[in-house]
């Protein structure tokens, strides 16, 4: 899966929406990695274990 958030050091959006994203993907996913990108941050997650699959 992945996700495109904001730029590091930015305060979380208040958007329920996005705190549901941010929830599940904390609860159900593992962080792959991460890579900045025209200020922007891109996040890939995997099912728990999946990361190096």
Known sequence: M???LDPAGQPLDPYP???AKRE???ARFDLCS???ARGARV???AR??????
């Not at 728990?48 to 699959?53: D, E, F, I, N, Q």
């Open 48 to 53: 728990p274990g999946g990361c190096g699959a």
């Open 2 to 4: 992945i996700a495109l």
């Open 24 to 26: 599940e993907l904390a």
């Open 34 to 36: 991460m890579t900045e």
């Open 17 to 19: 929406g996005e705190a």
């Open 43 to 45: 996040a890939v997650y």
